[in-house]
């Protein structure tokens, strides 16, 4: 019977949860300015740039989210950035009041270094059985 090491085992959930990560948002972006694309009609958010120059995302500018929505738990948008298939940026923010941090993303990563990017936006919360219900979904097309 071969053992597997407790690191090597979260080495290896960690790829596959990235690689699911990477193909889920690719296959529910499109093309586009952050129009919605999908989920309750109770439910809406819209792209805020914060600090774009051109009325376009670019890469290492801020954006963030307007939302409004009759759910009763707490919204979270989440947004992933791919760059020729390959996952570049992930990031969470949770959209509720008492949320403690930043509700701003900043469009860079270590992985994301410059260049135009693909990314989609989903709209979610957590239901009572921790499962993630989305609500909306968008895909925004990031400029150099």
């Known amino acids: 019977m071969r053992k597997y090491a407790p690191a090597r085992l979260?080495?290896?959930?960690?790829?596959?949860a990235a690689?699911?990560?990477?193909?889920?948002?690719?296959a529910l972006a499109g093309k586009g300015g952050g129009?919605?694309?999908?989920?309750?009609?109770s439910s809406t958010f819209n792209l805020v740039l914060v600090n774009?120059?051109?009325?376009?995302?670019?890469?290492?500018?801020d954006v963030t989210f307007e939302v409004s929505t009759t759910a009763t738990s707490r919204p979270m948008v989440s947004l992933a950035c791919n760059q020729g298939g390959t996952m570049v940026y992930a990031g969470t923010v949770g959209f509720y009041d008492g949320y403690p941090?930043?509700?701003?993303?900043?469009l860079a990563s270590s992985w994301w270094t410059g260049g135009a990017a693909?990314?989609?936006?989903?709209?979610?919360?957590t239901g009572s059985n921790g499962r993630e219900i989305t609500l909306k979904t968008m895909g925004i097309a990031v400029y150099a």
């Open 10 to 16: 979260t080495v290896s959930v960690a790829v596959v």
């Open 19 to 26: 690689l699911c990560l990477a193909i889920a948002p690719a």
């Open 35 to 41: 129009k919605p694309t999908s989920g309750s009609s």
């Open 52 to 61: 774009s120059t051109d009325g376009v995302p670019h890469y290492g500018q």
């Open 101 to 106: 941090w930043s509700k701003n993303f900043t």
């Open 118 to 125: 693909d990314c989609s936006a989903r709209l979610y919360y």
